[in-house]
Structure formats: C-alpha cells, structure tokens
C-alpha cells in the first residue's frame, strides 16, 4: 500500500512519502518569452485564463446567436446568467450603476469560469493564486477610487470622516478609516485566493489518502472527497458571487458615498 | 341574465370548483409533505455558507492588520523611525480590521433571514 502511494508521488512531484499537494499549484511556462526585459512567458495560468475567455466568449455568442422570443435550453442559461447580474447591480448599486453592469458582469463570469474549471481534474486553477485574485482586487480598487473621485471630486474623502465624531477623535478616527478602505483589495482577493486555494489542497490531500489507505480503509476518504467536491463546486460559484457583490458594494460607496 | 337551469348548472359549477379546490388542497399538503421528506438536509449548504461567512470576517480582520503593519513598515523607511511607526500602525490597523469586522457582521445580519427554529445547540463539535 506504501508502494502505491510512492507509485504515485512520480507523478505528482514532491519529496518524499505522499504527493505533494501544492505540486497542482506548479506554474509551468509553456513558451519562453520575454518582452522589455520582464519574463513574459506564456504559462498554464495564462492557457487557463484564455480558455476561460473563449469559453465565456463562444457560450454567450453561440447561446445567443437566435435570440428567439422562446429561449432554448442554452439561451435561458445565458439569459439567467444576465439577469442574476443585472439584478445584483441593479439590488446594490442603484440604477444609474447599470453602465458599470459591462464590467461586474464580465468579472463574475470570469471569475466564476475560471473557478469552475479549476473543478475538473487535471486543470490548473488560476484563482488559487494570489496574484492573479490581488490584481484583480487592485484593479477594482483603483477603478472605483478614480470613479468616487471623478463623480465627487474632492468631496470624495469626506467619505473618511465619519459623522458626528467629537473635533479632538477625529485624526485618529480617520487615520483608522483610511486604513479600513485600504484593506478591501487585500481582503477581497485573500478570501477568493484562500478559498479556492485551501478546498484544492484538501481535495488532494484526502485523494493520498485514497491512496495510501488502499482498497480497505480508502473508502472512507473517498466518500468524503465526493462530499467534498461538491462543497467545493458551491465555494466555487459563492465565492464569484462574492467577489462580484463586493465589486458591486464598492461601486456603490464610491457612487453614492456612504457606508 | 340567469333562468333556473342556469342558476342550477351555476350551483353545479360552485360544487365542482369546491370539490376541485379540496382536491388541490389535499395535493398540495401532500406535495409539501413529499418536498419536506425528499429536501436535503439544509446542514450541508448552510454550513459551507458560514464557513465562507467566518472565512470572510477572518480575512477582514487580518487584512486590517496587515495593511496597517505594511503601511507602518514603509512609513518607517521613509522616515528613518523604525519601528515605532510599524508598532502604532499595527495597532491602528488592528482597530481598522475590527471596524471593518463590525461593519460586515452588521451587513451579514441585515441580509441574513431571521432563522425559523431556534434550538440550543447542544451537539457542537465537528463531524
């Protein structure tokens, strides 16, 4: 039973004893490239990323391509997909934040693609990586900063002080809400990252055991990993949806300023 | 507008419908039993969704840590204080994380349904 599970560390890397989780998390570069003296390269998390558009892109060309008064199958799955979106900028920011329904609507699905991808066995799960999901954040962030000053000028950073605060509380109590704003790129790309980074460790984990445990005892983790995987594929779409309300309630505050 | 067979067929009618009505009645607690004895267990979503609930209040107050301790850090470098800056941003930004605590919990609270049956628990270790 030992020599199964070293049968199988030669496919999963690792030191010694079982697979190494984290081997799944490996970034590959599947073509050298290097532009302006940064390292380029074409890796499995950029495949990934652009089987992800395609996917997105093809599923709403090809499910719309009819547009019929009485959706097929493909076409309602699209339509659902519109509307759960429109309904939760529409829920959270207003009305008049349906110009920025584009944007929220092409990150969840992204998001929510890549995330599912990363279900299937032998795929590479862009979202486990912390920089992807950070980037992602910063680029939220950025936008909605501009956007609050844009809409609110310098008006904007009123949004720092909270009301009817004593004159003497007031540089600490902005101070601290300064720092508060600044956490919400952190926050929000650790929780997707740890997310879908820990539910794929785990999984692979309990299938060394599967392995190790043989066919006696590897029942058990087994069945669990069944379990398992569809609480997995549940985080997977909760934590788009996550990541999109979030970007919705960021959108609002900057918009329409308060907390 | 009505003679007498009509007024008969109309009392006919009001029996049917009655009799219709009753039936539906019946099938729909029927269905509803059925719906209640084939609905999964509620444990395991609920479950997943407050995991990712205490996840997201976890990551909230770290971030406001770290944030804090990093903005110190580089404020430090600026200034050539260290560390005394990194030490007063840590604690700001440990106030900040647990502003950003309150705030959510508060947001969690006002979106969540209020919970129909309320036990005590008394079986609370994990499975």
């Known amino acids: 039973m030992i020599s199964t599970a070293y049968a199988a560390d030669d496919g999963h890397g690792g030191g010694g004893g079982l697979p190494d989780p984290m081997h799944q998390f490996e970034i590959k570069r599947l073509f050298e490239l290097e532009l302006f003296g940064f390292d380029a390269s074409f890796t499995n998390s950029a495949l990934f990323m652009v089987i992800a558009i395609c996917l997105i892109t093809l599923f709403t060309v090809f499910a719309m391509r009819r547009g019929s008064l009485v959706p097929t199958r493909l076409q309602s799955v699209a339509e659902i997909s519109y509307e759960f979106v429109a309904s939760m900028v529409r829920d959270n920011v207003g009305t008049d934040g ?129 379990a398992f995987t569809g609480l997995e594929i549940l985080v997977a779409f909760l934590q788009a949806y996550v990541f999109a309300i979030l970007t919705c309630i960021y959108l609002n505050d900057a918009l329409h300023m308060h907390h | 507008m009505a003679g007498a067979e009509n007024q008969s067929g109309r009392h006919h009618n009001d029996r049917d419908t009655q009799d219709i009505r009753q039936r539906l009645d019946a099938l729909e607690g029927k269905l509803e039993a059925a719906r209640v004895r084939h609905a999964p267990p509620p444990e395991r979503e609920s479950r997943g969704r407050a995991m990712g609930q205490a996840l997201r209040l976890a990551t909230e107050l770290v971030a406001g840590v770290v944030v804090g301790g990093f903005i110190g850090w580089a404020l430090d470098g600026l200034f050539g204080t260290k560390p005394f800056l990194m030490l007063v941003f840590l604690l700001l930004g440990a106030a900040a994380g647990i502003l950003n605590v309150i705030r959510t919990a508060k947001q969690m609270q006002a979106e969540a349904p209020v919970p129909k049956n309320l036990k005590p628990v008394d079986d609370d270790d994990d499975d």
Do not use: Q
């Open chain 1, 98 to 226: 349906m110009k920025y329904f584009p944007f929220v609507f092409t990150l969840f699905m992204f998001v929510l693609v890549l995330n599912m991808l990363g279900m299937i066995p032998y795929t590479f799960t862009v979202t486990s990586h912390i920089i992807v999901t950070f980037a992602l954040a910063a680029f939220i962030f950025l936008g909605v900063t501009l956007i609050g000053f844009w809409k609110h000028g310098v008006k904007f950073l009123k949004f720092f002080v909270p009301d009817g605060v004593p004159f003497v509380m007031l540089p600490l109590l902005v101070v601290i809400e300064v720092i508060s704003y600044l956490t919400r790129p952190l926050s929000l790309s650790v929780r997707l990252f740890a997310n879908m980074m820990a539910g794929h460790t785990m999984l692979k984990v309990f299938g060394a055991f599967v392995v190790a445990l043989g066919f006696l005892g590897g029942w058990a983790a087994l069945a669990f990993m069944v």
